[in-house]
């Protein structure tokens, strides 16, 4: 399992919770339905359905001229937003996640 965030934010939208922040990475595929832990503040546990869409692309301003970093929003699949308290932990079971976190960690 690989950290991917904490939740600052949680938004309903048609059954599934968009979680806020986005992920800053430089590359990523897009996830859909891969299997992840929400890891709440009262110490509890929920396997989740975790997709990762791009929203927008950001220059980066630490790169080298013309770099790009990717802006990736977190939704957690057939959820209610009440199971997402703000302070959760979602982590991901996706090696490709994983091995891209590890040469861009977000922590």
């Known amino acids: 399992m690989r950290f991917l ?16 922040p986005d992920l800053p ?4 595929r897009v996830l859909t339905d891969d299997a992840a832990e929400l890891r709440c503040p009262d110490g509890s546990t929920r396997s989740v359905k975790l997709a ?5 692309v950001n ?3 630490d790169g080298p001229p013309g770099a790009k970093c990717y802006e990736y929003s ?3 699949k057939a959820l209610p937003v ?5 302070g959760s ?5 996706d090696v490709v996640v994983a091995q ?4 861009q960690p977000l922590l």
């Open 5 to 20: 965030l904490k939740v600052e934010a949680a938004f309903q939208i048609r059954g599934d919770v968009v979680v806020a």
């Open 89 to 93: 932990e979602v982590w991901s079971e």
């Open 52 to 56: 990762v869409y791009p929203t927008h």
């Open 100 to 103: 891209v976190l590890d040469q």
């Open 25 to 28: 990475i430089t590359s990523m």
């Open 59 to 61: 220059r980066r301003l």
């Open 82 to 86: 009440d199971l997402v308290p703000v």
């Open 74 to 76: 977190c939704v957690l």
